[in-house]
């Protein structure tokens, strides 16, 4: 059974940073897409970052430049280094394991495995 832990969540004023971390587990060997996404209250969740598993790369328009998703394969984690933060960005973050595709790399409905979330909350 896939597991999926997220922390690295906070309070941060506007231009802050923060590293989100995604500990998976329990998945078999294979090719997938990994991804964060976020939802606020009140909105509908969306894509912020996907990676597959050739190390390529999808971002939100919202958060290009400002945003890195990356992935250690040794400990199998997932990473979201959150730079410049703004007020906009608050919202519980999760991170969602899925098929290979890299079209379809911040699409939620593409993924079967999801975190609990880490709360992002940035202050103006």
């Known amino acids: 059974q896939v597991q999926l832990v997220e922390s690295g969540g906070g309070s941060v004023q506007a231009g802050g940073s923060l590293r989100l971390s995604c500990a998976a587990s329990?998945?078999?060997?294979?090719?997938?897409?990994m991804g964060w996404f976020r939802q606020a209250p009140g909105k509908e969740r969306e894509g912020v970052a996907g990676?597959?598993?050739?190390?390529?790369?999808r971002y939100a328009e919202s958060v290009k430049g400002r945003f890195t998703i990356s992935k250690d394969n040794a400990v199998n984690t997932l990473y979201l280094q959150m730079n410049s933060l703004k007020p906009e960005d608050t919202a519980m973050y999760y991170c969602?394991?899925?098929?290979?595709?890299?079209?379809?790399?911040?699409?939620?409905?593409?993924?079967?495995?999801w975190g609990q979330g880490t709360q992002v909350t940035v202050s103006s």
């Open positions: 329990g998945y078999a060997y294979g090719t997938y897409n």
């Open positions: 969602a394991l899925g098929p290979q595709n890299w079209w379809t790399l911040l699409r939620a409905e593409r993924y079967n495995s």
């Open positions: 990676i597959d598993s050739d190390g390529d790369t």
